[in-house]
C-alpha cells in the first residue's frame, strides 16, 4: 500500500489560500492521488483527482511535481464552509479499492 | 438522483444484541463499499462488493461482523452480537467501474452506540 502522510491539522483565515500537501513515497506507476472532502456528520466527498503535473476544477487545484512523491491541494480564497477534513488518497481502484485508504486526514479550520 | 440512502441514521442498543445497517446504493453503480469511522482508527474500510459479489473483506474486524449484498439495489451490514467498542459511524459508498476515477459517493452514514 502507498502509505500516505498529510498534517494532523492546519488553520487559516477567510479569503486566504490554503494548500495541504501530501506525500506518499512508495507510489506506484498505476496510482492516482484523489482527495476527498469531509463535512462533519456527513460521508466524504470526491473534491479532485490526478496523475501528473496540474488539475484544476471549480472547487480546486492539484499540483503533483515529476516524481509524483508528494501533492498539494490548492483551495484558493477559502470561506468558513470549507472546514472540514481533507483526505489525500493514493492507489488505482483497477487495482483494488482496498489501496485507497483514507486515513485520518487534515483537519482544516477556517477562521473569520 | 436520491444518493446513496442509509437506515437508520442513529441506532442505539445494548451489548449483546443483534444490529442491522441498511444501504440502497445509487442506480447503475456496481460497486458497494461499507466503511467505518472512528476518532481513533479514522475511516477504514470494511468491505466492498462488485456486482453484488463480496471482493475484499479483510476489513470487516471479526466474525461478529458480516454483510450481504442479496441485489443490485440493497446492501446490510451486520453485528451479531454487538459491543461497545463497535460503536462508530458506518458508512455506505458506491461508484461505477467504469467512471475512469476514484470516486465514492457516500452515503450519510449510521451513527451506532452500543451501550
Known amino acids: 500500500l502507498a502509505k500516505t502522510t498529510q498534517p494532523i491539522s492546519m488553520d487559516s483565515y477567510e479569503g486566504q489560500e490554503v494548500n495541504i500537501t501530501c506525500s506518499h513515497n512508495n507510489i506506484a506507476t498505476n496510482d492516482y492521488i484523489t482527495w476527498y472532502q469531509q463535512f462533519p456528520s456527513q460521508g466524504p466527498r470526491f473534491i479532485i483527482q490526478?496523475?501528473?503535473t496540474k488539475v484544476t476544477n471549480e472547487v480546486a487545484s492539484l499540483f503533483i511535481p515529476a516524481d509524483r512523491k508528494s501533492s498539494t491541494l490548492s483551495l484558493p480564497r477559502v470561506s468558513l464552509s470549507d472546514t472540514a477534513v481533507y483526505y489525500c488518497l493514493v492507489g488505482d481502484m483497477n487495482t483494488g479499492f482496498q489501496k485507497l485508504v483514507f486515513g485520518t486526514g487534515t483537519r482544516l479550520l477556517v477562521s473569520p | 438522483d436520491a444518493g446513496v440512502i442509509q437506515s437508520p441514521r442513529h441506532e442505539v442498543t445494548e451489548m449483546g444484541q443483534e444490529v442491522t445497517l441498511r444501504c440502497k446504493p445509487i442506480?447503475?453503480?456496481?460497486?458497494l463499499f461499507w466503511y467505518r469511522q472512528t476518532m481513533m482508527r479514522g475511516l477504514e474500510l470494511l468491505i466492498y462488493?462488485?456486482?453484488?459479489?463480496?471482493?475484499?473483506d479483510s476489513g470487516m474486524p471479526e466474525d461478529r461482523f458480516s454483510a450481504k449484498m442479496p441485489n443490485a439495489s440493497f446492501s446490510t451490514l451486520k453485528i451479531q452480537p454487538s459491543e461497545p467498542r463497535d460503536s462508530a459511524v458506518y458508512f455506505c459508498?458506491?461508484?461505477?467501474?467504469?467512471?475512469?476515477?476514484?470516486?465514492?459517493?457516500f452515503g450519510p452514514g449510521t451513527r451506532l452506540t452500543v451501550l
Open positions: 490526478g496523475y501528473k
Open positions: 459508498a458506491s461508484t461505477r467501474g467504469t467512471s475512469g476515477r476514484n470516486e465514492q459517493f
Open positions: 442506480s447503475g453503480h456496481d460497486y
Open positions: 462488493f462488485n456486482n453484488n459479489v463480496p471482493i475484499d
